[in-house]
């Protein structure tokens, strides 16, 4: 089965703390994906990466960057953290072959005071 | 209109009973489909895909109506441990990133 680990499970930081998120799969997957899941929103992409070093802009990267360097491991990083960030974030990988079946970690949820 | 939409619920129905809900999508040129349950705290997992003919997994039923644009999952003799958020989900162009999630329906079994 493919792993998808999360480090951080829970975190608080303050307001303008610098924030990193990290995401680790175990089955050679090229796709990564960072989202965030909140109440009567759903799912929204945050950062979507094809393969080392590439990605693309999600629907909100604002506040967000993120950064792959080695094929298992995406890192969601916030510069500046604010309160409304405060949110639970999933982590998600998929291989290219397939059914387009995403795994989830699961997820680190984050609190900014 | 949202990409793809679900009816929140939450569904309460009595253990043992047969529960359906439907997701609608807008893009007719989507590809792929999905249904994920989320329980509570957890994150989502893939509870099946949905092909064009129609599939069950025991006592679970999906069903795609490409005309109407619809996807519906059908629960037969609902247990307990049925009690989640069901997620649909639209891949619609087949590419890798574009993945659209409902916000869920949430379905609550008694005893």
């Known amino acids: 089965d493919v792993k998808v680990t999360q480090s951080s499970r829970y975190l608080v930081k303050r307001t303008g703390e610098k924030v990193f998120l990290e995401c680790v799969q175990d089955m050679d997957h090229e796709n990564m994906f960072w989202y965030r899941q909140d109440p009567g929103l759903g799912l929204r992409l945050i950062y979507f990466s094809y393969d080392v070093k590439m990605k693309e802009k999600g629907d909100i990267p604002e506040g967000y960057s993120v950064s792959r360097e080695k094929k298992e491991r995406f890192s969601l990083i916030l510069e500046s953290a604010s309160t409304n960030q405060t949110s639970m974030y999933l982590c998600?990988?998929?291989?290219?072959?397939?059914?387009?079946?995403?795994?989830f970690g699961a997820g680190s949820r984050l609190t900014v005071l | 209109r949202k990409e793809v939409e679900q009816d929140p619920g939450p569904f309460n129905v009595p253990e043992g009973a047969t529960v359906a809900f439907n997701c609608t999508y807008s893009?007719?040129?989507?590809?792929?489909f999905f249904w994920y349950r989320q329980d509570c705290r957890k994150e989502p997992k893939l509870l099946m895909s949905v092909y064009s003919s129609g599939n069950e997994d025991g006592r679970f039923t999906a069903q795609l109506n490409r005309a109407s644009q619809y996807i519906s999952l059908l629960i037969r003799d609902s247990k307990l441990s049925d009690s989640a958020t069901y997620l649909c989900?639209?891949?619609?162009?087949?590419?890798?990133?574009?993945?659209?999630f409902g916000s869920g329906t949430r379905l609550s079994i008694r005893p």
């Open positions: 893009n007719s040129a989507s590809q792929s």
């Open positions: 998600a990988s998929r291989g290219v072959s397939g059914a387009n079946v995403l795994t």
């Open positions: 989900v639209v891949n619609p162009y087949s590419s890798a990133s574009k993945i659209i």
